[in-house]
């Protein structure tokens, strides 16, 4: 199936609490995966402005993430440190290393890139850099709540 990327809404904004919004202030996406009626997986088209980054550090218990650079230049920050990513460049996390990671546009343009992750349930992601834990309800949604178990 072709994807019509003009046809695909642009997304903003975020599900974390109040107090780390601000963190992907600038980061916007495309559920491209969605258009395409994916199941098992999600792909996304997204985009960086200067001084924005795709999410807090993090890593998955089991979901499996990549992505791959389209256009621009990123960061990727992990346990390890800092490397630069460009256009064509890659990185993967598997599941249930704990191996916080996110991306960051510290150049002065935009970037773009997909990002692709297992849809495995249940799953819960950790924050290492934050107080901050994403669990999943019964029900198969997901809610933030601080690492001592309190609800955000």
């Known amino acids: 199936m072709k994807i019509d990327l003009s046809a695909i809404p642009v997304e903003t904004g975020t599900t974390y609490p ?57 960061v990727l920050i992990t346990d390890e440190g800092e490397q630069t990513l460009g256009p064509g460049e890659m990185a993967g996390f598997a599941a249930g290393v704990a191996n916080g990671h996110h991306l960051v546009n510290r150049s002065n343009q935009p970037a773009t890139y997909l990002e692709i992750g297992d849809r495995t349930f249940p799953d819960r992601a950790d924050y290492p850099d934050d107080d901050l834990l994403c669990m999943p309800t019964e029900d198969g949604h997901r809610q933030f709540i601080h690492k001592d178990s309190r609800p955000y």
């Open 18 to 74: 109040a107090e780390f919004r601000a963190a992907v202030e600038g980061r916007s996406r495309q559920r491209v995966g969605n258009a395409a009626g994916l199941k098992n997986f999600g792909v996304n088209l997204t985009t960086l402005v200067p001084g924005s980054q795709s999410a807090l550090r993090h890593w998955h218990s089991a979901q499996d993430e990549f992505v791959y650079v389209v256009q621009g230049e990123l």
